[in-house]
């Protein structure tokens, strides 16, 4: 701070004032360095974004008293000034203005900046009724961050800060926490390296759902991202959020259910349809199960810092080993004995749990069942993730989780597989019919938790800001500012009118049905394993033909911008999804002429698919995040040497393809890739397609089962191979 010193004659009525206020001015803390200090780390997000031009920033931030976070900003000459409860609500708030004017987009698929010479006349105060903006599923950890380093996990937490987010899900680096804690329970290094994972399925043993699948669990791995991990929440810390750390739920390894015989231990029952390793869950009243907790949390408040908000889930998609006699005392002491446990730990803490249990398993968690199972938590020492809504209703059918907080969301994106979809006017209107409800309980926050990421941006664009605006802002206003930020000019009429058909074919779907069609996962027919059936299915989701238009339009005008501008990866994203499902109706279309003996028509079917899926493969080179090779090289670069890194390939190939197990989710998490089109999912198609119409051609009976398991053996191969893929 510059002072400039004057001469001035000071007469007789000021000596005694001057003094006042030199001493004034020692005594008083300057509280603009305070408040430089305070803001010093959302000051940080802003200048990696917009660099030098964040000093016309002044942020300050006004003492929270009601937990309702607002921000405040007014222009005044080259000066923003920006006021918030919260370093998160000042990012956001600088973000909304950014994105207002115009100037700016923050997406995953890339930034668009653009700021004007001089800021314009601006002003706009909002606030949320909800103290938490959640953010990332359990799942994402899996699905899309395996091989993130901390340039990437920085740019993902900048993210969520201009999104709002304050109530993030933290999950890297606890292995190094259950590594030391089994260790002191006696099992030993080899025990641990058959216990855990590899890399890409930790999130399902976390969650007690399988072990060993895939491993092992390289040392440097697990040294990696403990390391990383103390990054993600320092920043994250420092930015005001509420990180949410793991907890212990209850599962053991299996070395140590056979080195304790007295204590009850249950062996589950294989997870998702079988074919996995067992699992052993602890019983909670065992008094180990209290010890265990309160150590993992000890040793992991060693490692990482004091936390706030432990997530525990005991049942994720596992039916609770409870005797049908005493089934809903036994409910309530194991809700009682995690809570306690987290407390004992970590005194005042809260205990966070998903809510997808209960709308997974509706036959279970009756009423009853839920309310016994949180009857003896209190109120406000828990929060109950209900991020399902796009799903089930289980808020409504639980009574508002019986008075216990709550948060409430979706989860939009299911394995990280990225068709184009949402449901713009969904998400208003429920948020709108929320706030109005007078059954909504003790509701404290709002997000969307998606299993994997990198796609749909606008989805998450539109849903962040719900909660500030609480969907008082008319939809078409809100896209018109939406198009300008991420395009860069007065949109047209047409781009306009294009993203409105848009809105009505594909942005008009709430959950993509597709896929979990039939019992078989995969976005698109293309996507699933190979089977006749496909000639009942129904049709996907969406309006096509308006779909068609809408890409119509965007193709037109796209000679109006550059090939490498956000336009030019929309109309990408448009296209592919729209000749995805051409690719669809040809497929059953294709089926039904071999089947009906019409070869001519049929190869003439089969050669229009793979035309159309390598075109589809070959523009997909326009978005480099959307590539097998991507995928595949980041996680070969993560391996310390080439046995690691050939593991981790394995596994990158492994989880969106076979998945695991006997059940149903091969192609669970099915990637609309460069790569996968003609690597992966024609290969597949040609197969079958070829063995169906040599039966045709020879009046043979078509054994699908054995053609299937031909195709699932060359899958195996395929996930195995440490290969990259040269692009055609």
Not at 21 to 33: C, H, I, N, Q
Not at 631 to 654: F, I, P, R
């Amino acid at each position: 701070m510059k002072i400039e010193c004057w001469k001035v004659r000071i007469n007789n009525s000021l000596k005694f004032v001057i003094p006042f206020f030199v001493m004034l001015f020692f005594l008083v803390p300057d509280v603009y360095s305070q408040n430089i200090e305070n803001t010093k780390s959302s000051k940080a997000v802003l200048e990696r974004l917009i660099g030098k031009r964040a000093s016309e920033f002044d942020f300050t931030i006004i003492e929270n008293k009601n937990q309702s976070d607002w921000f405040e900003i007014t222009t005044k000459g080259n000066k923003v000034k920006i006021q918030g409860t919260s370093n998160t609500a000042l990012c956001y708030a600088a973000y909304n203005f950014l994105r207002d004017i115009g100037a700016v987009i923050v997406s995953w698929e890339g930034n668009r900046v653009d700021l004007p010479t001089s800021w314009p006349k601006y002003s706009k105060k909002e606030s949320t009724p909800f103290e938490y903006r959640e953010y990332l599923n359990a799942c994402t950890f899996g699905y899309t961050t395996p091989w993130w380093d901390w340039k990437r996990w920085e740019q993902e937490i900048d993210w969520m800060a201009f999104h709002g987010i304050n109530l993030p899900t933290a999950m890297e680096g606890q292995e190094a926490v259950w590594q030391e804690l089994w260790k002191e329970y006696g099992v030993t290094d080899s025990q641990l390296a058959a216990h855990f994972t590899g890399p890409a399925f930790l999130p399902w043993q976390r969650m007690g759902n399988i072990n060993s699948l895939e491993g092992p669990l390289p040392q440097e791995w697990i040294k990696k991202k403990s390391t990383l991990q103390k990054q993600i929440l320092q920043k994250m810390r420092a930015l005001g959020m509420y990180p949410v750390v793991p907890a212990f739920s209850g599962y053991v390894p299996k070395a140590f259910a056979e080195q304790h015989p007295e204590s009850k231990i249950s062996e589950l029952k294989s997870w998702s349809g079988g074919g996995f390793a067992s699992t052993y869950l602890l019983d909670s009243k065992d008094p180990l199960f209290k010890e265990i907790g309160k150590r993992f949390i000890e040793i992991y408040t060693k490692l990482y810092g004091h936390s706030d908000f432990y997530l525990a889930d005991s049942f994720n998609e596992i039916t609770p080993p409870v005797s049908e006699e005493h089934k809903y005392d036994e409910l309530s002491d194991y809700g009682k004995t995690i809570f306690e446990t987290i407390n004992e730990a970590s005194p005042g803490a809260v205990w966070v749990m998903q809510g997808w249990l209960f709308g997974d398993n509706k036959e279970f968690w009756t009423k009853e069942a839920t309310s016994a199972f949180l009857s003896k938590v209190p109120n406000d020492r828990m929060i109950i993730q209900d991020y399902a809504n796009d799903r089930y209703k289980v808020w409504e059918n639980q009574e508002a989780f019986y008075g216990k907080q709550w948060t409430y969301g979706y989860v939009h994106n299911y394995g990280g597989s990225n068709p184009v979809y949402g449901d713009l006017n969904f998400y208003k209107n429920e948020l709108t019919s929320l706030l109005k409800n007078p059954n909504k309980g003790n509701v404290v926050g709002y997000g969307v938790m998606p299993e994997g990421l990198n796609n749909n941006s606008i989805v998450y664009e539109y849903i962040y800001d719900l909660p500030w605006t609480q969907g008082k802002e008319p939809i078409a206003d809100w896209l018109k500012k939406y198009l300008k930020a991420r395009y860069g000019k007065n949109i047209s009429d047409t781009v306009f009118q294009s993203w409105q058909l848009l809105l009505e074919s594909v942005y008009s779907t709430k959950y993509w049905e597709t896929r979990w069609w039939d019992d078989r996962a995969g976005a698109y027919l293309f996507f699933k394993r190979p089977t006749l059936e496909i000639t009942e299915f129904k049709g996907n989701p969406g309006d096509k033909q308006k779909l068609k238009e809408a890409l119509d339009i965007l193709k037109k005008e796209s000679e109006n911008f550059n090939k490498n501008s956000l336009y030019t990866y929309d109309l990408i994203d448009v296209s592919r999804h729209y000749f995805s499902l051409c690719i669809d109706d040809l497929l059953i279309e294709c089926v039904k002429a071999y089947e009906r003996k019409d070869v001519p028509k049929g190869d003439e079917l089969f050669k229009e698919i793979e035309n159309q899926a390598l075109r589809i493969d070959n523009m997909l080179s326009g978005q480099p995040l959307n590539d097998l090779n991507h995928w595949l090289q980041s996680a070969w670069d993560y391996g310390s040497n080439t046995e690691e890194s050939k593991l981790y390939v394995k596994n990158a190939k492994t989880i969106i393809t076979l998945w695991g197990g006997e059940g149903h989710l091969n192609d669970y998490a099915s990637r609309s890739w460069r790569g996968m089109y003609a690597e992966f999912y024609w290969p597949r198609w040609k197969m079958f397609l070829l063995a169906l119409r040599e039966s045709e051609i020879n009046n043979t009976s078509f054994d699908e089962s054995n053609v299937r398991a031909s195709i699932k053996n060359w899958e195996v191969k395929w996930s195995e191979s440490a290969a990259m893929y040269k692009h055609r």
